[in-house]
């Protein structure tokens, strides 16, 4: 394994600078992050530049419409994006970094041409319709029924936290086949068209203020047949695929944001006196020791995704289970820093991001979910009861 960049990699990371510092100042003003048909259309936007540029898909393979790059250069284009302060994927969140991976992976040569290229020119948006209302962190528990009827499957059930449900043209969806079978199988992996009808969808307000999620209520939907990939009741394996890119790269990008905020902590520190704090001073240095780390497994994992054939191992629920108690920490510190009456003013960005921080150790899996898969996939200890 070898973590140095290669003379291609470091001239791709030249020529990705270059492109950023053209297109980033032409970007109109970011939105309100609580209107979220304005965060869509700009996030399209974005995206539509990276596409006409090559930008798009960069580590899709290219007869999925992508550039075919290596996952170190899809690395190299996370770390300079936020470097440069580009925007984040936002309302792409699910079709880039999950669904259209997972359909890369595991798509008919039919689905992978019908739903990927509008993914990366920006033209369909994707949510997650994974999570049900009483299932908890046990995903296998769903409840939503597809029942076949000819061509169509015909699904009755209710999701929740159903990202970016409210603005979105597709959803993954998870349902159950075949309600005799032991609780892992019977389950299929559905594409399903938000505009079909019998379905209802309210967005959710969180803890921050945003409603970036939402309830969705689906009363004998009909879908395709077609739009099932993988076999039918194999939806399982296809969830793991699924979760192994939600874990394992989704939130990769965001571990060179954490580090610019973690600059902009000591300078604001710096400047209103609470650098002075030796407790504080080492508490941000070994926030500051565990995000190069987390940047050193980030690209371990993406060697080990290569060398295996691109889908992200269980590393990444390591690199997510320290990732989540890290942000929290970094949030935490921000509050530290900024001093008691500022960290609980509610118009401040700071703050709706501490409370934002606080959805990660749920998100993608619980952090006892991931410390389950460490102990018994890496570790190799029995199975818990």
């Known amino acids: 394994m070898d973590l140095a960049y290669t003379e291609a990699e470091e001239e791709f990371r030249r020529r990705l600078r270059e492109w950023l510092a053209g297109a980033l100042p032409g970007l109109p003003p970011k939105p309100s992050p609580d209107d979220w048909p304005a965060r869509r259309a700009y996030d399209t936007t974005w995206q539509r530049m990276l596409y006409d540029a090559g930008y ?7 007869d999925a419409g992508g550039r075919g790059a290596t996952p170190t250069q899809h690395l190299i284009y ?3 994006t936020e470097k440069a302060g580009a925007p984040y994927v936002g309302a792409n969140f699910v079709g880039l970094l999950h669904a259209g991976p997972t359909i890369a992976a595991e798509g008919t040569a039919e689905q992978r041409a019908r739903w990927l290229p509008p993914v990366l020119r920006g033209e369909a948006v994707w949510c997650q319709g994974f999570s049900e209302p009483d299932a908890g962190s046990d995903l296998a528990a769903l409840r939503t029924r597809a029942v076949r009827d ?3 499957y ?5 999701k929740t936290w159903t990202s970016h449900a409210e603005v979105a043209d597709w ?4 349902v159950r086949t075949d309600p005799d079978a032991p609780k892992h199988r019977g389950i299929s992996w559905l594409a399903m068209p938000m ?4 379905i209802t969808v309210r967005p959710l307000r969180t803890l921050a203020g945003s409603r970036e999620f939402a309830e969705m209520f689906l009363d004998e939907v009909r879908v395709p047949v077609r739009n099932r990939v993988g076999a039918e009741n194999d939806g399982w394996r296809v969830t793991m695929v699924t ?3 939600e874990r394992g790269t989704a939130f990769v990008g965001e571990v060179v944001a954490c580090r610019r905020t973690l600059d902009a902590l000591a300078d604001e520190a710096r400047r209103n006196g609470r650098w002075d704090d030796v407790v504080l001073r080492r508490r941000l240095g070994r926030l500051n020791a565990e995000f190069r780390a987390l940047w050193r497994l980030t690209q371990w994992n993406v060697a080990e995704s290569e060398r295996t054939g691109g889908v992200p191992g269980t590393g990444g629920s390591v690199f997510k289970l320290r990732y989540s108690g890290a942000r929290q920490e970094l949030y935490g510190a921000a509050a530290e820093v900024l001093g008691g009456g ?21 998100a993608a899996g619980t952090s006892q979910i991931q410390r389950n898969i460490v102990a018994e996939r890496i570790l190799g200890l029995p199975k818990g009861r």
């Not at 015909?154 to 209710?158: D, F, K, N, Q």
């Not at 505009?195 to 019998?198: F, I, Q, T, V, W």
């Open 243 to 245: 979760l192994s890119f």
């Open 342 to 362: 500022d960290a609980f003013d509610l118009d401040r960005e700071w703050v709706l991001d501490r409370l934002s921080s606080l959805s990660y150790t749920i």
């Open 171 to 174: 959803c993954e969806l998870l």
């Open 78 to 80: 996370l770390e300079e």
């Open 56 to 62: 798009a898909g960069l580590h899709w393979p290219a």
């Open 195 to 198: 505009d079909a009808p019998g």
């Open 154 to 158: 015909v699904i009755s059930g209710a």
């Open 150 to 152: 000819g061509d169509s």
